[in-house]
């Protein structure tokens, strides 16, 4: 029962809601803050004003909550659907692989991130992207037509 509870989708929930808005909105711009001798100073690290997702922790977090919380996985995709790729090449491949391997959003990642995209992604040296083509058969080299694997990628799209 309580692994039901987990699954079911998650519209009504803020909080899940909130933080998949968080994943991509732009965080706080660069602030100065003046100390006492009267000099000007960054008052955060430079990641500060990027998205959660491409956060040292963030991604992590976002990558943990997708595995934990399923219902979080489609929310999420809400917010990166269109630009997986991009998303993936600047940063935050760890949580688009979760994204691939969970059962509720795997089929549409899969899909999106098929043919170029996934080329794309495996010539990225971004964190995760080694791992997510691995997840996704890709390689950085177009097959060749008339292949074996030019044939099976084109009955699988």
């Excluded at 963030?58 to 809400?78: C, D, H, N, T, Y």
């Excluded at 089929?107 to 010539?123: F, K, T, Y």
């Amino acid at each position: 029962a309580a692994a039901a509870a987990r699954a079911e989708p998650a519209a009504a929930d803020p909080p899940l809601r909130a933080l998949a808005a968080a994943a991509t909105a732009p965080g706080a711009p660069d602030e100065t803050v003046t100390d006492s001798a009267g000099t000007d100073e960054a008052a955060g690290p430079e990641w500060a004003s990027h998205p959660l997702i491409l956060h040292p922790y963030g991604g992590r977090l976002l990558k943990r909550m997708v595995q934990g919380v399923p219902s979080f996985a489609p929310i999420l995709l809400e917010h990166l659907s269109g630009s997986l790729g991009d998303w993936a090449a600047r940063g935050g491949g760890w949580s688009v692989l979760a994204l691939l391997e969970s059962s509720l959003t795997g089929p549409a990642v899969r899909a999106e991130l098929s043919g170029e995209a996934g080329r794309a992604i495996a010539a990225s040296a971004a964190p995760g992207c080694r791992s997510l083509a691995a997840a996704l058969g890709a390689s950085a080299v177009a097959p060749k037509k008339g292949s074996a694997s030019a044939a099976k990628n084109s009955a699988a799209a």
